[in-house]
């Protein structure tokens, strides 16, 4: 299994980044996915998180400004990101866990398979 985020960058506050999650070696239909971010000297947090049935969730901080969604038969999931803020700057991670349901969707010891991150900085 592997997946393989990208699209991150340099971008400035305000601005728009898309980034993607690429899955192979597994049939993302019967996967559930997260996202998180690590910044420098901080833990890892979760961003947002897509079910199976493509009911998603976001942690508070995304005050609207981000969209999760998936393409099963590309097996990408992406995270659209808006106004983006300095404070976002973060190495973005995506995740994945077969398991149903959205308990502890932001805890990324309940992941079964990470992605290598891709760094998004906010930055004027």
């Known amino acids: 299994v592997q997946l393989q985020a990208s699209g991150g960058g340099l971008v400035q506050p305000g601005g728009s980044l898309r980034l993607s999650c690429a899955a192979s070696?597994?049939?993302?239909?019967?996967?559930?996915i997260g996202w998180f971010r690590q910044a420098p000297g901080k833990e890892r947090e979760g961003v947002s998180f897509?079910?199976?049935?493509?009911?998603?969730y976001y942690a508070d901080f995304v005050e609207g400004r981000f969209t999760i969604s998936r393409d099963n038969s590309k097996s990408t999931v992406y995270l659209q990101m808006n106004n983006v803020k300095p404070e976002d700057t973060a190495v973005y991670y995506c995740a994945a866990r077969p398991r149903n349901g959205s308990y502890r969707w932001a805890q990324y010891s309940e992941y079964d398979y990470w992605g290598q991150g891709t760094l998004v900085t906010v930055s004027s």
């Open positions: 897509i079910r199976q049935n493509d009911i998603t």
């Open positions: 070696g597994l049939i993302l239909d019967y996967y559930a």
